[in-house]
């Protein structure tokens, strides 16, 4: 009752084919590439507007750098 054989992943597969069609899930197969091509797109987008400017985060040697601290508080 544990895993199935490679055989009733084939009779599986070709129930599938007939139900469906080969052209039918090519479509969706092409859809489903597109989708995942144009998330790794965007996701490569959002990490290089994400990053931020170098000069701007390293401060100079010997500069102070002047911050203002505040008190964390909950809203209750």
């Known amino acids: 009752m544990g ?3 490679i055989w009733h992943w084939l009779i599986v597969l070709v129930i599938v084919m007939l139900v469906f ?3 039918k899930l090519r479509n969706i197969g092409q859809d489903l590439g597109g989708a995942v091509k144009g998330f790794k797109e965007g996701m490569k987008e959002a990490n290089a507007e994400a990053k931020p400017a170098p000069e701007a985060v390293t401060p100079k040697v010997g500069e102070t750098i002047d911050v203002e601290v505040r008190e964390k508080t909950t809203s209750s």
Do not use: D, L
Request: glycine share 16%.
């Open 3 to 5: 895993s199935f054989s």
């Open 21 to 23: 069609g080969t052209k």
